[in-house]
């Protein structure tokens, strides 16, 4: 029995050998140029592949910038060509011009999804509002940028998030800043007030629901 099962193996071998080492031949090619790429993802400090969605604020003054959910593009947008896709027009940015050039017809996928996810985050406040407990409403504006400038310590994609009314009414002046690399934030909402008001379609609102 034993020879007879390696006897078959041994003519499985002998009819597909040519297709092994060609598939072998690929996966070891393929590990290689990942290899590459993740090394050199890594001494350019970009990253590509991921979304971060990032709260901008103005409390006392100062800007704030904080993390508020960070993943694999992938897992947001649920589709390899919608990613790569989103990935080709984010690299058409250039310092001053943050934002990701999307076509006006796929705007609302891309935004959709960044709602979803925040939506999903922040459900706690829907449950109390519906519960009828006291909460407090808070509108949010969503816009998919990837900045370019020299100063930027890693670019990545990022869904900046920004109160409404602070978007609406930016001060005049550059508030303090946390970190002397958020000077290239300011610029980035100074340019995604410019662009509510001239292509709203590159926004999309979320309203978050606070509890007391």
Excluded at 55 to 63: F, R
């Amino acid at each position: 029995m034993l020879t007879e099962f390696i006897r078959a193996i041994s003519e499985e071998l002998q009819d597909h050998w040519i297709k092994i080492l060609t598939a072998a031949a690929f996966m070891v090619v393929g590990w290689y140029f990942g290899r590459r790429r993740e090394r050199r993802d890594w001494t350019k400090r970009e990253f590509m592949d991921r979304l971060n969605i990032s709260l901008n604020q103005i409390t006392d003054g100062t800007l704030r910038i904080r993390t508020l959910i960070e993943k694999d593009a992938e897992e947001i947008f649920l589709n390899k060509h919608a990613v790569k896709t989103l990935q080709s027009h984010a690299l058409k940015t250039a310092p001053g011009k943050p934002i990701v050039p999307i076509p006006k017809d796929d705007c609302w996928y891309f935004l959709n999804a960044v709602l979803n996810e925040i939506s999903e985050k922040y459900s706690a406040g829907q449950i109390a509002q519906e519960a009828g407990l006291p909460v407090t409403p808070v509108t949010f504006l969503v816009c998919l940028t990837n900045e370019a400038e020299g100063n930027v310590r890693t670019r990545k994609m990022r869904a900046m998030v920004v109160r409404k009314d602070l978007l609406l009414k930016l001060p005049p002046e550059m508030p303090k800043l946390e970190s002397p690399n958020h000077k290239t934030r300011w610029g980035t909402l100074q340019a995604m007030a410019k662009a509510y008001a001239e292509t709203p379609h590159q926004f999309c609102e979320v309203d978050i629901i606070i509890p007391r």
